[in-house]
């Protein structure tokens, strides 16, 4: 409810986020706290300095702002189905995968928050030739470093609240495999779409000027939230099977 009023999500993901919170605590406490560490960090950072990165990213971006409940599903529903597991079946695997599927998804929204900001341009992950800020799949060193402070931000919050060893370092090296698989991916595979009005390249299916986009490249069906949740599922399945060697 905090967040809805502080416009943090929209109407449909207040909904979608109290349904995966309740999910998360069936599974014990410290997953809602695990859970609600990291979202209230993804959003202080999304306020900070918003208009500026607005103006940055200049309306390519597919949202912003509230975050609906398409959103919050990519984000924390492989994080809600191993809490799901655990509740069922108790095992840290259970944990190692929740953490490895939040830290991915916390070290996106860093790096995406954290390297907007920044002053450097960013370039295709791919073949990094120079891209506009904020399009899909655009890195920078700065936005890289916030991607691995957001995955250590998960980490530092499964080790507080005592989880196995091997979440907090499946959140390391799932956060930090996941940012990475999230850009590639967004690069890449996402659909990017284009505004014959504004004549510039966008991830919105309705631009913010009125008009319809047109697809450009990629696949058709695969918008932002997809990769976001493409991303969620590698960094649980690296995350917890990297962490098993350590
Ligand atoms: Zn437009």
Redesign the pocket.
């Known amino acids: 409810m905090v967040a809805r009023r502080l416009q943090s999500l929209s109407g449909s993901g207040a909904v979608a986020a109290a349904a995966i919170g309740a999910i998360a605590v069936v599974a014990g406490w410290s997953w809602g706290v695990v859970l609600i560490a990291y979202f209230v960090a993804a959003s202080v950072l999304s306020r900070f300095r918003a208009s500026e990165k607005e103006s940055r990213t200049g309306g390519r971006l597919e949202k912003g702002g509230a975050r609906d409940a398409a959103q919050v599903l990519a984000n924390g529903a492989i994080f809600a189905l191993a809490a799901i597991g655990s509740a069922t079946s108790p095992d840290p695997m259970w944990q190692a995968l929740g953490a490895g599927a939040l830290a991915a998804s916390a070290a996106d929204t860093w790096a995406t928050e954290i390297g907007t900001l920044g002053r450097a341009a960013p370039r295709s992950i791919l073949d990094w030739s120079p891209v506009a800020v904020g399009t899909s799949g655009g890195v920078t060193a700065i936005g890289f470093a916030g991607g691995v402070a957001g995955a250590a931000s998960i980490a530092l919050v499964t080790w507080l609240v005592g989880w196995s060893r091997i979440a907090t370092v499946a959140a390391l090296i799932g956060g930090v495999v996941g940012c990475v698989l999230d850009s590639a991916i967004g690069a890449s595979l996402q659909a990017r779409r284009w505004?014959a009005?504004?004549g510039m390249a966008t991830e919105q299916r309705l631009?913010?000027?009125g008009?319809p986009t047109t697809v450009t490249g990629g696949l058709r069906w695969l918008d932002n939230d997809g990769v976001n949740a493409l991303s969620t599922v590698a960094g649980a399945l690296f995350g917890a099977t990297g962490a098993r060697y350590f």
């Open positions: 505004c009005a504004c631009h913010g000027c008009s």
